[in-house]
Each structure stands twice: as structure tokens, then as C-alpha cells.
């Protein structure tokens, strides 16, 4: 079983800069990819950015550019700077790590809000 715990998040200005960190402990087997989702009040859950092992990085549309994921030394980490931030960034975010068919673990959520 996987454990997640998240840290960072917290209120900035349009424009500014965030930092989330996600350190995973338990058993790791099986386990392929490290990522970050978020979900906005009244909105589903969505994908934000992905990341193997290896350092392979997949990230959605809506962050491409202004977000950047990165796996840690050791690689059971997964940080997530967010700049050049929009209030439309603001949400719970939620580290993951799954294995190659689905989701094995979530973090708890942590609030990232931007104020315009």
C-alpha cells in the first residue's frame, strides 16, 4: 500500500509562483507514474501533470509552459512548481501515483489559490 503526503500550496497573486511536494512512502512495486491533479469548486477532478521514474513528463493543455513537474532524489518524490499563475489555476490539488492501468494512491489535497 502507498502512501502520500503533499506540502506547499497557499495564496498568491495573479501571476505568482507556487510549489507543491509530494513524498510517497509504502510499497512502491508496480508503481509507474507520479503526478498531479486538481479540482476546482464545483468542477470534476482533472489532470494536471504526470511523470514516470525516468523523468518522462506528460502535462495537460491548460498548464503547458507555466507548470513544471519534477521526481525527486529519491524518485518516491514528485514536486510541481506553477508559474505565471491565473485565478483559474485555483484548486485542490492532489498528487497520485499509479501504476500502468489506474491510481493506486491519493495525497490529501492541498489549496492553491490565486487572487486576481
Known amino acids: 500500500q502507498v502512501q502520500l503526503v503533499e506540502s506547499g500550496g497557499g495564496l498568491v497573486q495573479v501571476g505568482g509562483s507556487l510549489r507543491l511536494s509530494c513524498s510517497a512512502s509504502g510499497n512502491m512495486f508496480g508503481i509507474m507514474f507520479m503526478g498531479w491533479y486538481r479540482q476546482a469548486p464545483g468542477k470534476k477532478r482533472e489532470f494536471v501533470a504526470t511523470s514516470t521514474s525516468a523523468g518522462v513528463t506528460h502535462y495537460a493543455d491548460s498548464v503547458k509552459g507555466r507548470f513544471t513537474i519534477s521526481r525527486g532524489n529519491p524518485s518516491e518524490t514528485v514536486n510541481l512548481q506553477m508559474d505565471t499563475l491565473k485565478p483559474e489555476d485555483t484548486a485542490v490539488y492532489y498528487c497520485?501515483?499509479?501504476?500502468?492501468?489506474?491510481?493506486?494512491?491519493w495525497g490529501q489535497g492541498n489549496q492553491g489559490t490565486v487572487s486576481s
Open positions: 497520485d501515483a499509479a501504476t500502468a492501468s489506474e491510481t493506486a494512491a
